[in-house]
């Protein structure tokens, strides 16, 4: 699967730009700030009807302009896809393919999988568990429609739960048969939730650890850990242990809303005692082997995105990334550099067809 072309009209800070790419190898070079990563975010907002990196849609809209529009012309399988998304000023954004509307965005999911590796990925280690269970919700979302539909579930019987936990203790009255409601979804949500990541984990795992030893050349071992309360008990249970401590807190504090990832190098949380590039190479291995996850799942080889990847690595451990990502396992990457003789070098070093594309201020040109 590969996008072919892409149309990009007052997105960010390009009015308009119509590219064709390669099935292969994709590069935009260019200064930082060009907007060579919008570029990216252009690709990943086609796949997940949302920008990677800003959750408010009307602040994607170029600065000057009322409205943004994408379109991409794919090819998946054996068949032609057209995918276009508009957004007004103070209206939904409008998803089609092939020129249908989507009546759920939902149902547009895992159409087109696609990775991304960015260095803000540095927040699924710096920052707090929310952010490792997007990466686990993301992945798993990608190839399973029943979870995603489950995880939104989830989320609004939660919020009701704690919306009743605070009406509680303003009023100062207690109805256990009404919190009861809310219990047995989150239990019948949370339970099958729960379920799909302790099967994701148990096999991203293994392909994680090779990534980073072929990496690192197996001068490092690394391992993570998935925290969860539902280990330990069954959901009923947790519930009905912690209510007394969600009715003083007002909120709901067990959970699958409260599972955690621990990433270790060694026998140590590398949070704490890895390098900047131990902890980029963990996070390309990690990625690298949600790669393989989506894809063995999908049956499509998913569109590799790489944003300012091999800032903070040696040589060595550039060298061995380009050679993963060189190999026929991979199909269609983008990748940004500011550096030409970087990018010249690594391209040397890949035998496949390839296109390079200029970024500054907003335009683009092919070299």
């Not at 393989?292 to 990847?309: A, H, N, Q």
């Not at 396992?329 to 200029?358: M, P, V």
Request: charged fraction near 25%; include cysteine; hydrophobic fraction near 35%.
């Amino acid at each position: 699967m590969h996008i072919e072309e892409i149309s990009v009209l007052n997105f960010k800070n390009f009015n308009e730009v119509k590219l064709g790419f390669s099935s292969k190898l994709n590069c935009f070079i260019g200064k930082n700030g060009a907007g060579k990563t919008n570029l990216l975010d252009a690709i990943y907002y086609l796949s997940f009807c949302k920008s990677f990196f800003n959750s408010v849609d009307q602040l994607n809209i170029n600065h000057d302009e009322s409205f943004f529009m994408l379109s991409g012309n794919y090819k998946r399988s054996e068949s032609d896809e057209k995918i276009s998304v508009g957004l007004k000023k103070g209206q939904k954004k409008q998803f089609k393919r092939n020129a249908k509307v989507y009546q759920k965005l939902v149902d547009h999911i895992g159409l087109l999988p696609l990775v991304m590796i960015t260095p803000s990925d540095v927040n699924l280690i710096l920052g707090g568990s929310e952010e490792r269970r997007k990466f686990m919700d993301g992945v798993i979302s990608q190839y399973n429609q029943s979870y995603l539909n489950d995880l939104l579930k989830y989320g609004r019987a939660l919020m009701q739960r704690n919306n009743l936990l605070k009406k509680f203790a303003s009023e100062r009255y207690f109805d256990a048969e009404h919190l009861l409601v809310w219990d047995i979804q989150l239990v019948e949500y949370g339970t099958r939730i729960h379920k799909h990541r302790t099967e994701f984990v148990e096999k991203l795992i293994p392909v994680f650890q090779r990534y980073y030893s072929f990496i690192s050349q197996g001068n490092e071992k690394v391992s993570l850990v998935r925290q969860s309360g539902l280990y330990e008990k069954s959901f009923e249970d947790l519930l009905k242990e912690s209510l007394q401590k969600d009715r003083a807190v007002q909120y709901t504090t067990q959970g699958i809303h409260k599972d955690d990832l621990v990433y270790y190098i060694g026998d140590y949380p590398i949070k704490k005692m890895g390098s900047q590039g131990q902890k980029k190479t963990y996070l390309i291995a990690l990625k690298l082997a949600q790669f393989d996850f989506v894809k063995e799942i999908s049956g499509l080889k998913p569109i590799l995105l790489l944003d300012d990847i091999f800032d903070k690595l040696d040589q060595q451990r550039v060298e061995q990334i380009v050679s993963v990502v060189a190999g026929e396992q991979f199909g269609q990457i983008f990748l940004t550099d500011t550096n030409r003789e970087h990018l010249d070098s690594i391209i040397k070093k890949i035998d496949t067809d390839f296109r390079i594309f200029n970024v500054e201020e907003g335009k683009v040109e092919i070299l």
